[in-house]
């Protein structure tokens, strides 16, 4: 089992920034993936960032290329997202994400954290 909690939500203006943290604990946190997915009020849950058991493999999604950067720091179990340049359409309760190595899906899952962007 993986336990994850995330924090750093909140409500921002638009082109403001702020950075989302994923605290792990159980199983050993560098034996997976993780990643970071959003879902918005009427639509489905997406995938924003990964990043792979080492940190040298990295994907964002199109959407957020070039203003969220996904990190991890396999010695504080911790993956982090730094969001600037937020947009409106930002907007969404974010989740982090424990992948398989194998599968490359998610396993584990928070709860989410709130992210509001203001116009």
């Known amino acids: 089992q993986v336990q994850l909690v995330e924090s750093g939500g909140g409500l921002v203006q638009a082109g403001g920034s702020l950075r989302l943290s994923c605290a792990a604990s159980?199983?050993?946190?560098?034996?997976?993936?993780m990643g970071w997915f959003r879902q918005a009020p009427g639509k489905e849950r997406e995938s924003v960032a990964t990043?792979?058991?080492?940190?040298?493999?990295?994907y964002y999604a199109d959407s957020v290329k070039g203003r969220f950067t996904i990190s991890r720091d396999n010695a504080k179990n911790t993956v982090y997202l730094q969001m600037n340049t937020l947009k409106p359409e930002d907007t969404a309760v974010y989740y982090c994400?424990?992948?398989?190595?194998?599968?490359?899906?998610?396993?584990?899952w928070g709860r989410g954290t709130q992210v509001t962007v203001s116009s």
């Open positions: 159980g199983r050993t946190f560098s034996l997976y993936g």
């Open positions: 994400a424990a992948t398989s190595a194998s599968t490359g899906r998610p396993s584990y």
């Open positions: 990043i792979s058991r080492s940190g040298t493999s990295i």
